[in-house]
């Protein structure tokens, strides 16, 4: 499929009107061919407005066909073969292997979306029978989630496949019954033209209404802006800094009708070493730690920025491991000059804090490296330092950590308890340490969306049990999650209807459960007979 710089508005390639834009190679710091044109407001605009026309036709189609759409789209997506996997290296400057295992994930994502969808537990079908006998009488009430309307998706820089175009929040956002308008990443647009225009085909395939999906092409403080004040949208989807998901919060909040924005922005992970954990296993540990916060680069969201155990021989010993483990990493590409540019700029700045030594640094990439490496760093302090420089709390987006040194487990504790809201908590512990976790677990809950023991928190599971989602300034909404089956509720609301008609029901809430689905009918739930 060839890439020739359009957007795509529901059934038609559209060359924007508004300027024109290229992607960026970041490993030469050259641009990339061709040049994209950039959405003017009317492009926007008519985007918009056949996403809010297709709304009540899409949701209306039967659960079946709106699963095999979300198929459709991953088989397009399949299709692609590697053109798809070589455009993204070269807008990323990530590995084959890598784009490879996005790539299956973002396909995976679209099947199980397509298997909730035919579930129908999503629904949350559940009907209380009228009672005309008691006092005061009950009428009969029926309740069902419906889709919020059309979504704004913004895609990720990070994730040019799992987290844009069409990943978790355009599949859940379509599994939900709304509309899509994406806009587009600058930092991967090739990437993102050839997925979409897959999209668009598999809603041709599929006969869907024409607005079901678009991706529009512009600069995020202005069509990005805009595409969240459009009254055509009614809520977001977004991954990135928390400086862009504070300003669209601000601006769907300053709306006539404000929405919902479901903003991932920022965590550091915290990794917890409970001091029986390190006995015999510091070097161990020390390098699965090291290549969890390397990966990527750095430039996961779960990559672990903050190390956090007892000061002794034994964390000793892990901070010397994992200061020469640091040493053998090779400076990896960043994503992009500004990500690049904002990393040398952190990391020179972590190291003028007054108590911060630097422990270890990464391997340079010399003269014929790549324009935007980033040198991996190794940051340690003491515990009261910490709770009194609000600065080291600050993700670093990229391969930079800091190992922070408690005096005893009451100082532990008071450090897992300042810490801010994050994705992930990670404990390293053993059956010896149980007293100290019990105390330190009820904290972490309070702080994250997911906690793992004995184990690196990079690596998100698509699955229903999975929760990508934590408190601010983590996310926006402590209450959803942007990876796995439940991700879907964060773009339904729940309709009661009240002694409404049998025939004017919804087939949810009939009496004959045409859908065969599983319903709480009069407070038991009833599997489908």
Known sequence: MHIQGDMIIGRRSVRGAAGVVHAIDPARHANLEPGFGLASGEELATACALAEDAFDSYRALPLERRAAFLEAIAARILDLGPALIERAGLETGLPQARLEGERMRTVNQLRLFAKVVRDGHFLAATLDSALPE????????????????????????????????????????????????????????????????????????????????????????????????????????????????LALMRTAGARPEPIPVYAEMSSVNPFFLLPNALGGKAGALAQ???????????????????????????????????????Q??????????????????????RSAVPGVQLLARGAGAGSEGPACAAQPALYGCDAATFLATPALEEEIFGPAAVLVRCRDEAEL?????????QLTATVHATAA?????????????????????????????VSHAMVHGGPFPATSDSRTTSVGATAIDRFLRPVCYQAVPAELLPEALRDDNPLGLARVVDGVLKTAE
């Open 134 to 245: 008691r006092t005061p009488p009950r009428p009969d009430l029926r309740m069902r989630k419906i889709p919020l309307g059309p979504v704004a998706v913004f895609g990720a820089s990070n994730f040019p496949l799992a987290f844009s175009v069409a990943g978790g929040d355009t599949a859940s956002s379509l599994a939900a019954g709304c509309p899509v308008v994406v806009k587009a990443h600058n930092a991967h647009l090739g990437t993102s033209e050839l997925v979409a225009r897959a999209v668009q085909q598999a809603a041709i395939d599929c006969d869907m209404p024409e607005g079901v999906f678009s991706m529009l092409i512009g600069e995020g403080r202005t069509i990005g802006t805009a595409l969240v004040a459009h009254p055509a949208i009614k809520a977001v989807g977004f991954t990135g800094s928390r400086q862009g998901g």
């Open 288 to 326: 699965g730690f090291v290549d969890s916060l390397t990966l990527g680069g750095g430039q996961f969201c779960t990559n672990p920025g903050l190390v956090i155990g007892l000061e002794g021989d034994a964390f000793n010993a892990f901070s010397v491991a994992a200061a020469e483990a640091l």
């Open 328 to 349: 053998q990493k090779t400076a990896g590409t960043m994503l992009t000059p500004g990500i690049h540019k904002a990393y040398v700029e952190a990391v020179e700045a």
């Open 413 to 421: 504790l008071a450090v897992s308890g300042h810490v801010e809201g």
């Open 433 to 461: 340490d149980q007293a100290l976790a019990a105390s330190l677990l009820p904290i972490l809950e309070r702080k994250a969306g997911r906690i793992l023991f004995n184990g690196f928190p990079t690596g998100v599971e």
